[in-house]
């Protein structure tokens, strides 16, 4: 028999630690998984945990009671998908050429980049230009204001910084374009840090609703973030459900059971989405923070 490996102190306290932030973690996302399948006077008498008590679907019921829901739904991903994808483009578009050391200029332009990060317009001022733009009530502008984030630019460029001169010189050895580089041994070699800020885009245009409340009065374009607001606004405010007719349905449920089973129905996509992109997240964000 092989003698058994000692575990030394500190690794037992880092796995210790480790389980401790991860049940930290993941007690708040049980305690809404069940206060959104429980009752309203489970939730009244503060008896749910993470468990479900007295079974429950009046919450759901009432966020599929909209029948635009799915059309929300659908909507949404189509307009993450394309965001994400422009977003994706022009940060490799900008960040490769700022890579490049022989780029003159370069270090005004990224400065230029980084004064963004903490300074902008504001609010009233990124209306004004959106509205003159003619992109009020148009899903143009829930994509294009916010169509490039300098922290994941900076990402993509200190990752692309990092790839050897050698490769590149031999590309260009062979009679290899800079067009043809990038999108044939760039871009192959950098997946994970694409995969990594593909993530951080989609997620933060599937959390947004600020930008469509501002933007969006048509509900036909209402992003499901927005429209799961109203949702809750709704339940909160007697004198409007009374007006649509839907005291019935709201005083079957809490504020707090519809708010859960909200936060449910917006979150499983991206949860369902995230495990399959996690290991090159972890790469990516790695690579992407070694300094040249």
Known sequence: ??????????????????????????????????????????????????????FSLNAYQVVFRD????????????????????????????????????LKGRNVLLAFFIF????????????????????????WALILPGAISTYNMIIMKTFFGSIPDSIKESARLDGCSEIRLLFTIVLPLSTASIATISLFYAVGKWNAFQDALFYISDQALYPLQLKLYN?????????ITAQEGMTDVFSNITAESLKAACIMFATLPIILVYPWLQKYFIHGVMIGAVKE
């Open 67 to 102: 029948n635009t829901m799915i059309h929300s739904l659908l909507y949404t991903i189509l307009m993450t998908v394309t965001y994400t994808a422009i977003s994706v483009l022009l940060t490799i578009f900008t960040a490769y050429p700022l890579s490049k050391k022989e």
């Open 231 to 239: 949702i809750v606004f709704n339940s909160m405010s007697v004198e």
């Open 1 to 54: 028999m092989h003698a058994l490996k000692k575990v030394s102190a500190g690794t037992v306290f880092i796995y210790a630690l480790v389980t401790v932030i991860v049940l930290v973690c993941l007690f708040p996302f049980l305690h809404i998984f069940a206060m959104s399948f429980s009752s309203n006077h489970a939730i009244m008498s503060n008896l749910v945990g993470i468990w479900p008590v007295e």
């Open 116 to 139: 963004t990060m903490y300074f902008s317009g504001g609010m009233i001022p990124d209306y004004l230009l959106v509205r003159n733009l003619g992109l009020i009530n148009s899903v």
